[in-house]
């Protein structure tokens, strides 16, 4: 594969269902908060400046959640962009309720699920939220009413997309028989695969396939690791590599590595132009495999 060929790959965007066309590597709006996802930002106007920065690279796909500070994330993006301009589209997630840094509790009853969309549209600044997410599926409540709400703010206009986030291939195909799946949010990496089958369904049917904790890499980012081997005769860094092995991996891949730092933005953005050739991304797929199978 050339050069030229590999990075019009890489470069490549997405046409997802009930939504609309965007590039591939887009950012993810976690960090921007303060420590443990909790509160504000050490910096509140850094984090703007970061957001901001991420549009002027081309970035036109924003994941955030309600739980992320919680409200901080999205109110940081609707100060730092609105009013959203060049197609900019924000997926954010509904589900997870906070008590304190580091701590997540899902809550999936249908009145919450609603009173949360209907905040993240005031936080936002919109009318219609462009993706809402599950961020998990509450076992405490029935799983066809979580999804039946979800169906309904979608039918009231209030949300254009639908996905779920931590599912298994049976969740997506039972949420399937409520509303069009847009797309699906599961922890993949280099070194975490489990959720191999969720992104081969994803691809077999057309969903965006967002990899949280994208870059994480472990062992095999260490010194002399294949990762890190990779990334010097690249020219890169181990983080780019990363990414640029899951937008090779496959076509609805859609990676949104998160930071509160321009620097670390900047790196995380020139993924898009590293050049992974046969051999080497054939390498990086064994001892990925090679590590989920030890």
């Known amino acids: 594969m050339s050069q030229d060929a590999n990075h019009q790959e ?20 976690m960090r ?25 690279l081309g970035v036109d796909f924003i994941d955030t959640a309600d739980s992320y500070g919680p409200n901080v994330s999205e109110e940081i993006l609707a100060e730092a962009l609105h009013p959203y301009k060049g197609g900019l589209k924000i997926g954010t997630k ?21 009173q949360q969309t209907e905040l993240s549209l005031r936080k936002l600044k919109v009318d219609t939220l462009d993706l809402l997410q599950l961020h998990r ?23 254009k997309a639908l996905g779920l ?17 847009s797309t699906v949010q599961n922890r993949y990496n280099l070194t975490d695969r489990s959720s191999e089958d969720v992104l081969e369904y994803a691809e077999a049917h057309g969903i965006g396939f967002i990899p949280w904790a994208p870059i994480s890499a472990g062992e095999l980012a260490q ?64 001892a990925s495999s090679a590590l989920a199978e030890a």
């Open 10 to 29: 890489l470069s490549a965007t997405i046409d997802l269902k009930d939504l609309g066309t965007v590039h591939r590597l887009g950012f993810g709006a």
């Open 32 to 56: 921007i908060v303060g420590d443990g996802v909790w509160g504000e930002p050490a910096d509140r106007q850094a984090a703007i400046a970061v957001v901001r920065r991420a549009v002027e």
């Open 94 to 114: 509904v589900g997870f309720t906070r008590t304190g840094p580091h701590q997540w509790i899902a809550v999936g009853r249908p009145e919450y699920l609603r």
């Open 137 to 159: 599926i509450d076992p405490k409540v029935d799983a066809e009413e979580q999804f039946g709400v979800l169906r309904e703010l979608q039918d009231e206009g209030k949300v």
């Open 165 to 181: 986030s931590q599912v298994s291939v049976a969740e997506l195909e039972a949420a399937g028989r409520h509303f069009t799946v």
């Open 223 to 286: 010194p002399g690791g294949p990762l890190d081997e990779a990334a010097k005769r690249l020219g890169g860094t181990t983080s780019q590599v990363a990414l640029a092995w899951l937008l090779r991996r496959s076509p609805v891949m859609m990676p949104i590595p998160g930071t509160g730092s321009v620097k670390h933005l900047e790196e995380n953005m020139a993924a898009a132009g590293i050049s992974l050739d046969d051999a080497t991304y054939a390498e990086l797929e064994e």
